[in-house]
């Protein structure tokens, strides 16, 4: 499975949007990228997942670019709530045996 | 509430002890997973099953034993557990083991003493 890096923290202010980019050099083809939430003491929630180009839903968005090297979650006008470990998965999907791995994630912290 | 509802929510255990964790969805979901979470750790899979059947296993030591009734539950067993094993236990399901939309329970802070 490919292997992601993510910074390991981010600050932010209120209102602002941002932007938490993964490193997936090693992508394969049939990889899907994934993007996760988790409060302390709760567990992962899913976020977003996308193949190519741009992804958007009602709470975040993904840009991916051609190469697929790489990934972007953009959050929009974040608020303090939205303080928490986003971590960024890629792997293959329809393998029947589709192993999720995460890694350390990255920490945001949201700032009055 | 995600769906997946686990309980204990906390649990407090001696290394003699034996004790169980339980993961409950009513998602209709047939793939349900366990995942340790050890302080500035990332989470790490421990279990996998599919339709009741266990497809996967990390190396996990045998002082922990899953247990898959039915698609809707999901058990972890424990006894004789060292205090390295302190952790948040998660459950996850998703609607098939090809499908990494997994839903998260809140997990069971374990701490053994």
């Known amino acids: 499975l490919a292997k992601t890096t993510q910074p390991i923290s981010m600050d932010s202010y209120e209102g602002q949007e941002v932007n938490i980019t993964c490193s997936h050099n090693?992508?394969?083809?049939?990889?899907?990228i994934t993007w996760y939430q988790q409060f302390p003491s709760q567990g992962p929630r899913f976020i977003i997942q996308?193949?190519?180009t741009k992804v958007t839903n009602e709470v975040a968005s993904l840009f991916i670019p051609a190469d697929r090297k790489s990934s972007t979650l953009s959050l929009p006008r974040v608020s303090l709530s939205d303080t928490a470990v986003y971590y960024c998965?890629?792997?293959?999907?329809?393998?029947?045996?589709?192993?999720?791995?995460f890694g350390a994630g990255t920490r945001l912290f949201v700032k009055a | 509430e995600t769906g997946v509802t686990q309980t204990p929510r906390h649990l407090v255990m001696g290394m003699t002890n034996k004790k169980s964790l339980k993961c409950e969805q009513h998602?209709?979901?047939?793939?349900m997973y366990w995942y340790k979470q050890s302080a500035k750790k990332p989470l790490e899979l421990m279990f996998v099953?599919?339709?009741?059947?266990?497809?996967e296993n990390n190396s996990v030591p045998s002082r922990f034993s899953p247990e898959c009734p039915n698609s809707s539950h999901l058990f972890l067993h424990l006894h004789t557990l060292q205090p390295e094993d302190s952790a948040l236990y998660l459950c996850?399901?998703?609607?098939?083991?090809?499908?990494?939309?997994?839903?998260f329970g809140s997990g069971t802070r374990l701490t053994v003493v």
């Open positions: 998965l890629v792997g293959p999907r329809n393998t029947g045996g589709f192993k999720t791995i």
């Open positions: 090693n992508i394969a083809t049939n990889d899907y």
């Open positions: 996308g193949y190519k």
């Open positions: 996850a399901s998703s609607p098939t083991i090809d499908y990494d939309g997994y839903t």
């Open positions: 099953y599919s339709l009741e059947e266990r497809v």
């Open positions: 998602l209709g979901h047939n793939a």
